[in-house]
C-alpha cells in the first residue's frame, strides 16, 4: 500500500492552489515517458518554449556532461543526449525553476542537493539492478516533489524540517499532525494533479516505505537510492536519523554484488566517491 494511501480523498486546499508544474515539462515528461516517443514532436515541444529549450541547451553544455562539441540546437541535443536522458534534463530544468520559486534558498538548496544526490545514486546503482539508468535517474529526481511542494505552500514548514527529529516515518507523523499531510502525500497527489507520468506517482508517494531489496524495481531503488543520499550527508530534515551505512550495505542483494564485481563496502565506496565528484552546491537564483 502506498505511504499516500490515507483515507484521504483530495489534497489540501494549500496544494490544490499551487501554480501547475511547468506545462511545458508535463508535456515533454509524457511524451517521452513513451516506448515509441515521437523525436519531432519533442523536437517541437521544445521548441514552442525558447526559455525552457535554453536551459536545456545550457544543461547540455554544463561542465557536468562536458563534451567536445558544443550542442548548439535542440534537435541536436535530443539526437546526442537520447530520448532518456532528454527526459532526465527536461525533469531537472522544470524542478529547478520550482525550487527557484521558493523563498527559503537554504533549505530549498538542502532539499535540491538531497534530490540530486538520490538521482545520483540511483543512476550508479541502476544496471546493477537491471535498471535503465536514465530512468532510474529522474524517477528518483522527481522523488521528492512532494517535499518541494510543501516548501511553496506552507511558509512555515521550513521550522518542522529544521527541528524534526526521529525516523523518516516519524518525521512523516510529524508532518501530518501539523499540516494534514505529509511530504509522500503531497508528492502523490502532485504528481497526479499536474499529470506526471504515472512512474513518477509510486517514487513520489511511497519512497519511505520498506526497502524489500528487489532488483528490477525502480521504486525500490529510489527507497534504497534516498537512504544513501542520507547517509551520506544529503538531508533535508538535518536531525533526522539515518540509517547506518553497515545496515544499508546488508540490503544490497547478492546479484547486485556480483554484477557489480566488488565487495559491499567496495560498491559503497565507489558511490560515495561518485557523489562527492557529482554534488557540488549549484546557485539559486
Known sequence: MLANDTGQGVPPERLCKLPVFRPIAVRLLSELAREDADVTLVTNLLNSDPAFSAEI????????????TRIDTVHRAIMCLGLERTRAFAATVALQGMVTSIKNKTVVQDCWQHS??????????????????????????????????????????????????GTALEVLAQERATFSVNHCDAGFWLTRLWRLPDDFWSAAGDHHTDIMSAPGDRTDLVRLSCRFAETFGFRPAPQCA????ESLI???????IKRAKCSPEGLSQRLQKQLQLETEPQPLA
Open 250 to 256: 546488508d540490503l544490497i542483494p547478492d546479484t547486485v
Open 116 to 165: 540530486r544526490a538520490t538521482a545520483i545514486v540511483a543512476e550508479y546503482l541502476a544496471p546493477f539492478y537491471r535498471i535503465h539508468p536514465e530512468q532510474a535517474y529522474t524517477a528518483a529526481l522527481m522523488h521528492d516533489i512532494g517535499r518541494l511542494g510543501m516548501l511553496a505552500a506552507y511558509p512555515e514548514y521550513p521550522v518542522l524540517l529544521a527541528s524534526a527529529e
Open 242 to 245: 539515518i540509517t547506518p551505512i
Open 57 to 68: 541547451l545550457t544543461l547540455a553544455n554544463s561542465s557536468l556532461y562536458a563534451r567536445q
